[in-house]
């Protein structure tokens, strides 16, 4: 079988060959037209924008336009840049075009493929997203590229932290925008916030490059993009609302104790507006003016917690905390809170502190928020081994693209020594024998402490060295630039997405950059810049002479994709280099797959200390353990997603209904037809349909009429009428609903309720839907719990969210209508009687970093908050590397995996020795 494989491939060429075939001719069109573009002039060039512009509206495709568009961008960067895109870097970009993966290995100049397809797609004016990993790159990528685009006349935008709503939109507006996957997130969830169109950033999504495709959709897309705020509560406020609730009379309440629910009487209203006006906490108007809706939550809650909360009961107060008490099982559950500040409310009842709560106020999985482009691309060195992954979550297809010149890297075998002590020390054996012969060597490690850890025995062996800190992304790019100098050390964790290439004797170009940036002599500059072209060009023949860049991974990674991140490094545009990888039987991935076993079976070969194991069978049997390890994260990510996406539904659902009021189309309708709907099901919760009179509830109905719609009608007498069914009672409560609002629109005047109508609509929406993602976040963490009873999680998920959303947009109907009926306008006018009404709460970014477990962007850790147990190895204050540990102090040992051999040094595994459970 595999024989007729090796005959076909021959005969026929491999899959990607043959789609490599199809634009081989595309490229020979490209090049016939050069000599005809090299002879036009710079405005004859920049006027092939607007002649391309014009076929477009003339009915022609991007695809007709292609050639020529390429064509156009090569002559335009050879002129701006004195750069010329290589036939390979026109195939990458023609890959980008059709919306799939380009992997092309390191130094293959990625940036400027980019530029192809972003022109051609900037000609259809709905503007190009290019997204980096960082605000360094985005920078960098718009002022380098953007000297094509600019002298081509397109206009170049730059999305940054810390730009504010002006500068964004101008950026959005721009027909070439490159940002931050963060930015791009965060402003999405900011905009669907926002209270007039007008006010957002974004324009719709067309067509993104994600550059470091996998390390963006694939590594970061394992956390969620999540704004949070302080829900608008003070303790104060609690304290203030909970001293009330005791002066209430028993009448001004009516409890339910089956439903579990209260609600003041009418009564009860005004007797609460009064007490709310003596403690200064109503400063103007009613209790249900749309300013005091905070406020009308407050006292729900706290009346709740007085009437329907029993200490001892539904809870106990233990250290000055309050503990829900389970109401099945009868047990405390500490770490559990009630949510929608019920549970606040219980502790300003009880005199205990009072903790404030952040409130998911909007969040999006990176997954979910680059499927919404209609066209999307990547381009990275390493996504073949994701490529199923990349297909089955963004329907992505990868397409290896050939290099410009032949790989000449040596990837030797790796080298697998029983300690960690016997492989560092073969490491800085094999980091001085290159510094003798002026090699440069580049040092991968896999987490922050293994790389200070290895710079501490650098310095020990008075070793110079350079070590890469990913916070400061500039300095990053110029340690890397100059990383391939005759003898250079650098020590770099998680090499993915740096965007600068190691180049053989050091980068000239960023040398100059720095050391003459304050030469104003143009003769002097010159004579500078000859003299730093020449040294390198010396440094580089003595760097070729060496051998090229090495590349020492201190260990293997859980996933091959980030090892060859680290190769690839190595060998760029036909260069020599070699790469070699150190493991040792106590190492995270080795130990995971069964080393007990092969440190039995070398001592037993007589493998003596330091010494070291070689052979290709390793290499195998280390790749397939990394396949393993991917294939779960996988099918993780793939779980994280399904019930991502049920929310993502909801999400479209509510986002699109905020843009449409935004857009004022039929408020006014829709505002009726909610209190239609909320009118229809309090008849039918009172007078069923079919039901005898008798059976009526007919008492409830009023009052549920006069505490929603503000209406004391006559319910009582309709029903005793002769032959009256639900239907006409529901009519007649209907038209006097209508006829008094109608009375309200024509006192305030149409525009003015408009506006109120919006206001109220969207301020209901987005109180409602932050409780909503509560209730879901409880929701996820109930169902995970299911599959012990043999009922799918993800199903029993689907059934209740969708039930919630239902709930959710009843109680959203009834909020606004309820609002609606009772609202009062200030004499002053409408915006006056409603400061900051467009303000946005208070709000922070979080992103956590999958490999750190830091808060990229709220600038704190929560690796246990995210990941619970299964904190990933890397996450920085979570695990101490083995070699950091002092077996005396406990203190030193950080988190320390069950199965892990004891840092004490006893040879029992932790959870025997000092893990074990008392």
Same mark, same amino acid.
Request: aromatic share 6%.
């Given at each position: 079988?595999?024989?007729?494989?090796?005959?076909?491939k021959?005969?026929?060429?491999?899959?990607?060959?043959?789609?490599?075939r199809?634009?081989?001719?595309k490229?020979?069109?490209?090049?016939a037209?050069?000599p005809?573009f090299?002879?036009?002039?710079?405005?004859?060039? $920049?006027a092939k924008?607007?002649?391309?512009?014009?076929?477009l509206?003339e009915g022609a495709?991007?695809?007709?336009?292609?050639p020529?568009?390429?064509?156009?961008?090569?002559?335009?960067?050879?002129?701006?840049?004195g750069?010329?895109?290589?036939?390979?870097?026109?195939?990458?970009?023609?890959?980008?075009?059709?919306?799939?993966?380009?992997?092309?290995?390191?130094g293959?100049g990625k940036?400027?493929?980019?530029?192809?397809?972003?022109?051609l797609?900037?000609?259809l004016?709905?503007?190009?997203?290019?997204?980096?990993v960082?605000?360094?790159?985005a920078?960098?990528?718009a002022e380098?590229?953007g000297?094509?685009?600019?002298f081509?006349g397109?206009?170049?935008?730059?999305?940054?932290h810390?730009?504010? %709503?002006?500068?964004?939109?101008?950026?959005?507006?721009? %027909?070439v925008?490159?940002?931050t996957?963060?930015e791009?997130g965060?402003?999405y969830?900011?905009?669907?916030?926002?209270?007039?169109?007008?006010? *957002?950033v974004?324009?719709d999504?067309?067509?993104?490059?994600?550059?470091?495709v996998?390390?963006?959709?694939?590594d970061e897309?394992?956390?969620?993009?999540?704004?949070?705020?302080?829900?608008?509560d003070?303790?104060?406020?609690y304290?203030?609302?909970?001293?009330?609730?005791?002066?209430?009379?028993a009448?001004?309440?009516?409890?339910?104790?089956?439903?579990?629910?209260?609600?003041?009487?009418?009564?009860?209203?005004?007797?609460?507006?009064?007490?709310l006006?003596?403690?200064?906490?109503?400063?103007?108007?009613?209790?249900?003016?749309?300013?005091?809706?905070?406020?009308?939550?407050?006292?729900n809650?706290?009346?709740?917690?007085?009437?329907?909360?029993?200490?001892?009961?539904?809870?106990?107060?233990?250290?000055?905390?309050?503990?829900?008490?389970?109401?099945f099982?009868g047990r405390?559950?500490?770490?559990r809170?009630?949510?929608?500040?019920?549970?606040?409310?219980l502790?300003?009842?009880?005199?205990?502190?009072?903790?404030?709560?952040n409130?998911?106020?909007?969040?999006?999985t990176?997954?979910?928020?680059?499927?919404?482009?209609?066209?999307?691309?990547?381009?990275?060195g390493?996504a073949?081994?994701?490529?199923?992954?990349?297909?089955?979550?963004?329907g992505?297809d990868?397409?290896?693209?050939p290099?410009?010149?032949?790989v000449?890297?040596?990837?030797?075998?790796?080298?697998?020594?029983?300690?960690?002590?016997?492989?560092y020390?073969a490491?800085?054996d094999l980091?001085e024998?290159?510094?003798?012969?002026e090699?440069?060597?580049?040092?991968?490690?896999?987490?922050?402490?293994?790389?200070?850890h290895?710079?501490?025995?650098?310095?020990q062996?008075g070793?110079?060295?350079?070590?890469?800190?990913?916070?400061?992304?500039?300095?990053?790019?110029?340690?890397?630039?100059?990383?391939?100098?005759p003898?250079?050390?650098?020590i770099?964790?998680?090499?993915?997405?740096?965007?600068?290439?190691?180049?053989?004797?050091g980068?000239?170009?960023?040398?100059?950059?720095?050391?003459?940036?304050?030469?104003t002599?143009?003769e002097e500059?010159k004579?500078?810049?000859?003299?730093?072209?020449?040294e390198v060009?010396?440094?580089?023949?003595?760097?070729?002479?060496?051998?090229g860049?090495?590349i020492i991974?201190?260990?293997?990674?859980?996933?091959?994709?980030?090892d060859?991140?680290?190769?690839g490094?190595?060998?760029?545009?036909?260069?020599p280099?070699?790469?070699?990888?150190?493991l040792s039987i106590?190492d995270?991935?080795?130990?995971?797959?069964g080393?007990? $076993?092969?440190?039995?079976?070398?001592?037993?070969l007589?493998?003596k200390?330091?010494?070291?194991?070689t052979?290709?069978?390793i290499?195998k049997?280390?790749?397939?353990?990394?396949?393993?390890?991917?294939?779960?994260n996988?099918?993780?990510r793939?779980?994280?997603?399904?019930?991502?996406?049920v929310?993502?539904?909801q $999400?479209?659902?509510?986002?699109?209904?905020r843009?449409?009021?935004?857009r004022?189309?039929?408020?006014?309708?829709?505002?009726?037809?909610?209190?239609h709907?909320v009118?229809?099901?309090?008849?039918?919760?009172?007078?069923?349909?079919?039901?005898?009179?008798?059976k009526?509830?007919?008492?409830?109905?009023?009052?549920r009429?006069?505490?929603?719609?503000?209406?004391?009608?006559?319910?009582e007498e309709?029903?005793?009428e002769?032959?009256?069914a639900?239907?006409e009672?529901?009519?007649?409560?209907?038209k006097?609903?209508?006829?008094h609002?109608?009375?309200?629109?024509?006192?305030?005047?149409?525009?003015? *309720?408009?506006?109120?109508?919006?206001?109220?609509?969207?301020?209901?929406?987005?109180?409602?839907? $932050?409780?909503?993602?509560?209730?879901?976040?409880h929701?996820?963490?109930a169902?995970?719990?299911?599959?012990?009873?043999?009922?799918?999680?993800?199903?029993?998920?689907?059934?209740?969210?969708?039930?919630?959303?239902?709930?959710m947009?009843?109680?959203?109907?009834?909020?606004?209508?309820?609002?609606?009926?009772?609202?009062?306008?200030?004499?002053?006018?409408?915006?006056e009687?409603?400061?900051?009404?467009?303000?946005?709460?208070? *709000?922070?970014?979080?992103?956590?970093?999958p490999?750190?477990?830091?808060?990229?962007?709220?600038?704190?850790?929560?690796?246990?908050?995210?990941?619970?147990?299964?904190?990933?190895?890397?996450?920085?204050?979570?695990?101490?590397?083995?070699?950091?540990?002092?077996?005396?102090?406990?203190?030193?040992?950080?988190?320390?995996g069950?199965?892990e051999?004891c840092p004490?040094?006893?040879?029992?595994?932790?959870?025997?020795?000092h893990g074990?459970?008392?």
């Amino acid at each position: 079988m595999l024989g007729l494989r090796t005959l076909a491939k021959k005969v026929f060429g491999d899959a990607n060959e043959r789609k490599l075939r199809a634009y081989r001719k595309k490229v020979e069109q490209i090049n016939a037209l050069e000599p005809e573009f090299e002879k036009l002039s710079d405005e004859a060039l $920049r006027a092939k924008t607007d002649e391309f512009k014009a076929r477009l509206k003339e009915g022609a495709s991007l695809d007709d336009l292609l050639p020529e568009a390429f064509a156009t961008v090569r002559e335009a960067a050879k002129r701006t840049l004195g750069q010329r895109h290589f036939d390979v870097q026109l195939i990458g970009g023609m890959v980008l075009h059709e919306g799939k993966i380009a992997e092309m290995k390191t130094g293959e100049g990625k940036t400027l493929v980019a530029t192809l397809p972003v022109y051609l797609n900037a000609l259809l004016e709905r503007g190009v997203h290019v997204v980096t990993v960082n605000d360094y790159l985005a920078r960098r990528d718009a002022e380098w590229m953007g000297a094509i685009y600019k002298f081509l006349g397109l206009s170049v935008g730059v999305i940054v932290h810390g730009l504010d %709503d002006d500068e964004r939109r101008e950026a959005y507006a721009a %027909d070439v925008t490159y940002a931050t996957n963060n930015e791009l997130g965060f402003d999405y969830l900011r905009d669907n916030m926002k209270y007039h169109l007008e006010e *957002m950033v974004q324009r719709d999504h067309y067509y993104a490059i994600v550059d470091e495709v996998d390390s963006i959709l694939i590594d970061e897309a394992r956390t969620p993009l999540i704004i949070s705020g302080p829900v608008e509560d003070r303790t104060e406020l609690y304290q203030a609302v909970d001293a009330l609730i005791p002066k209430l009379d028993a009448d001004d309440f009516e409890v339910d104790e089956k439903l579990r629910t209260v609600v003041l009487t009418e009564k009860g209203n005004e007797h609460m507006e009064e007490l709310l006006r003596e403690a200064g906490l109503l400063k103007e108007g009613s209790l249900y003016d749309p300013e005091n809706v905070t406020l009308v939550h407050h006292v729900n809650q706290a009346l709740r917690a007085h009437t329907l909360f029993q200490k001892d009961r539904d809870y106990i107060v233990k250290d000055n905390e309050v503990v829900i008490i389970d109401e099945f099982t009868g047990r405390m559950m500490p770490g559990r809170r009630y949510s929608e500040g019920l549970h606040q409310a219980l502790e300003a009842k009880e005199g205990v502190p009072i903790q404030p709560e952040n409130q998911t106020l909007a969040s999006i999985t990176f997954q979910n928020y680059f499927r919404m482009y209609e066209k999307l691309a990547g381009m990275t060195g390493t996504a073949a081994t994701e490529a199923e992954e990349f297909m089955d979550i963004y329907g992505l297809d990868v397409v290896e693209i050939p290099t410009n010149k032949p790989v000449q890297r040596i990837d030797e075998d790796d080298e697998v020594y029983r300690t960690v002590e016997e492989k560092y020390k073969a490491i800085i054996d094999l980091i001085e024998e290159c510094r003798k012969r002026e090699q440069p060597v580049l040092v991968g490690t896999t987490s922050i402490e293994k790389s200070e850890h290895l710079s501490e025995l650098l310095k020990q062996r008075g070793i110079p060295h350079n070590v890469l800190n990913a916070r400061y992304h500039e300095q990053e790019a110029q340690i890397v630039a100059q990383a391939g100098r005759p003898g250079a050390v650098t020590i770099a964790t998680n090499m993915a997405g740096r965007g600068t290439d190691i180049q053989l004797g050091g980068n000239a170009e960023m040398r100059i950059k720095t050391e003459l940036a304050d030469v104003t002599d143009p003769e002097e500059r010159k004579r500078r810049e000859e003299e730093i072209r020449r040294e390198v060009e010396e440094a580089r023949k003595k760097v070729i002479e060496a051998g090229g860049l090495y590349i020492i991974g201190t260990e293997r990674h859980e996933s091959r994709r980030i090892d060859n991140q680290l190769r690839g490094r190595s060998g760029r545009q036909g260069d020599p280099g070699r790469s070699k990888f150190f493991l040792s039987i106590q190492d995270d991935l080795m130990r995971i797959f069964g080393s007990d $076993r092969m440190d039995g079976m070398l001592q037993k070969l007589g493998l003596k200390e330091g010494e070291a194991i070689t052979h290709p069978w390793i290499n195998k049997a280390l790749e397939k353990a990394q396949q393993k390890v991917e294939a779960r994260n996988f099918d993780a990510r793939k779980n994280l997603l399904k019930f991502d996406d049920v929310m993502n539904d909801q $999400r479209k659902v509510i986002f699109e209904q905020r843009k449409s009021i935004m857009r004022g189309e039929e408020v006014a309708e829709t505002v009726e037809d909610m209190r239609h709907e909320v009118i229809d099901r309090l008849v039918r919760a009172h007078i069923p349909p079919g039901e005898y009179p008798d059976k009526w509830d007919v008492k409830g109905l009023k009052e549920r009429v006069r505490e929603v719609l503000a209406l004391d009608l006559p319910i009582e007498e309709w029903a005793e009428e002769e032959g009256i069914a639900d239907e006409e009672i529901r009519e007649r409560i209907e038209k006097a609903a209508d006829e008094h609002y109608a009375k309200k629109r024509e006192m305030y005047g149409d525009e003015i *309720m408009e506006m109120v109508e919006k206001e109220i609509l969207l301020r209901s929406i987005d109180h409602h839907w $932050r409780e909503h993602l509560t209730m879901l976040d409880h929701l996820r963490q109930a169902v995970s719990f299911r599959g012990y009873g043999q009922r799918d999680p993800l199903q029993e998920y689907k059934t209740e969210a969708f039930t919630l959303f239902e709930r959710m947009i009843e109680d959203l109907q009834e909020t606004v209508t309820s609002q609606l009926m009772r609202v009062e306008i200030l004499p002053e006018g409408y915006e006056e009687g409603l400061p900051g009404a467009d303000e946005l709460p208070p *709000m922070q970014a979080h992103h956590v970093d999958p490999f750190s477990g830091l808060d990229e962007l709220g600038e704190e850790e929560v690796v246990e908050a995210v990941f619970g147990e299964e904190a990933p190895a890397q996450a920085s204050n979570m695990r101490v590397a083995p070699e950091l540990r002092d077996p005396n102090d406990p203190s030193t040992w950080g988190k320390v995996g069950r199965n892990e051999p004891c840092p004490c040094g006893s040879g029992k595994k932790y959870k025997r020795c000092h893990g074990r459970l008392a």
